[in-house]
């Protein structure tokens, strides 16, 4: 059971950025996966939300507009893609499942740093 985050960078502030996660070790397509991030001294915040069929997505107030969520399941991999970043991005992110009792072990993200 793994969770394997790719994709984040150094980025300028308007940049954009697409993350990856690939999933394996379980029913990945029967699952809401959602991704997190954690700044630097802060908790662990929830971002973006989508369900198992692909049609219903959430996004935490401070990404909406910028942030699309989208998942492959036949490839068993969730995607973040962010667009017009600011520095307040700036942090580890992180995907896992949506309902906290089935979560899998976190992985070891992928860092975001947005930054002139």
């Known amino acids: 059971v793994q969770l394997v985050e790719s994709g984040g960078g150094l980025v300028q502030p308007g940049g954009s950025l697409k993350l990856s996660c690939a999933a394996s070790?379980?029913?990945?397509?029967?699952?809401?996966m959602s991704w997190f991030r954690q700044a630097p001294g802060k908790e662990r915040e929830l971002v973006a939300t989508i369900f198992s069929d692909g049609g219903s997505t959430n996004y935490a107030t401070s990404v909406k507009g910028r942030f699309t969520i989208s998942r492959d399941n036949a490839r068993n991999t969730v995607y973040l893609q962010m667009n017009s970043l600011k520095p307040e991005d700036t942090a580890v992110y992180y995907c896992?499942?949506?309902?906290?009792?089935?979560?899998?072990?976190w992985g070891q993200g992928t860092q975001v740093t947005v930054s002139s």
């Open positions: 070790g379980f029913t990945f397509g029967s699952y809401a």
């Open positions: 896992n499942a949506y309902n906290a009792m089935l979560r899998i072990s």
